[in-house]
């Protein structure tokens, strides 16, 4: 996920270069920076020529994660309207100018913005004031469990239920389908299933492997990624990994799916990918160019690991090709 910061005086500015140095220093991807008024250093501030309200709406669009560098109050009102979804929406950071607090106050637990203000603060040397009840009480955050697992929340309703009875201080119980407990549990990972259950979990089943000449638009690859999946009646929920070769794991449209939708992309070398094992539609000029018959089926299927099936073959488009495989279950 991309990290972009925003902020409106010299104090904030200072802060943002502080934070930037001191990523590249430890080798973290810094956040791109901005500032609305005054003069910026072009070695590593842009002067934004929009308002507050459009360069927010871009980065939500986008999927950014935002460090808002002033006040909450300024940060609250230009996101009006804007959050959506607790489970999609872009995490927000609010820091002040004299670099003291880091405070999220959007997508804590399954945007990442707990964990990164944790990051953010221990980098700047401030404090992070984490406000969400389960880390406040040290309770089991269920929503969170699901996203580092890469597991889809079924029935959203469930989040709540379970929250509650961890920060009360009661136990949780998780049960997988295939060992399925006497009596109800709180949370259950399967499919589908008729035990009792507070929180159904499911596993993201498909990995799509994609393929792309260089510096492809970012919205077309999208519509030829969303369009494969809707003839397939897949959802990007259900989408476990991106798969590709390492050349063009950097790729901005690639990169840019992987953020919009919060799937991780997994890249493998040419030699690596030469041994997938199965039959696959052959291309000369793809093993002149990048080493390998075939990016897109034998990455889907390298990405899905050992018992994996290629369910959807080769899709080509403009320069673009895509392959779904399926997760053994």
Known sequence: MKKRAICFTRQGRDLIERLIETCRTKRILPPEGY????????????????????WMEEAFRDKNAILFVGAAGIAVRAISGLPEDKLKDAPLLVLDDGGRYVIPI??????????????VA???HAEAVITTSSDVNGAFPADVFAVENRLTIRNRAGIKKVSAKAIEGRSI??????????EPVDLIVADETDAEYSLLLSPKE????????????????ERFFLGILSDHGLHPDDVYALCTIDLKMEEPALRCISDRYSIPVLAFDAELLCK????????????????VDNVCERAAVLGAGPGA????????GNGMTAAVARRRR
Do not use: Q
């Not at 959007?106 to 913005?113: D, E, P, T």
């Not at 498909?206 to 690859?221: A, H, P, Q």
């Not at 099936?309 to 080509?316: C, E, G, Q, R």
């Open 309 to 316: 099936k290629l369910i959807v073959p080769k899709s080509a």
């Open 122 to 124: 221990e980098l700047l």
């Open 206 to 221: 498909y990995t799509v492997g994609l393929g792309m000449k260089k510096n492809t638009r970012e919205e077309d690859l």
């Open 173 to 182: 119980t998780l049960s997988i389908k295939n060992y399925p407990p006497k």
């Open 106 to 119: 959007l997508s804590g637990h399954a945007g990442g913005g707990n964990k990164l203000a944790v990051t």
């Open 35 to 54: 500032m609305l008024s005054g003069t910026a250093d072009p070695g590593s501030l842009k002067k934004v020529r929009t308002s507050i309200r459009e």
């Open 276 to 291: 997938a094992e199965g039959e696959y539609h052959a291309s000369g000029f793809v093993l002149r160019t990048v080493g």
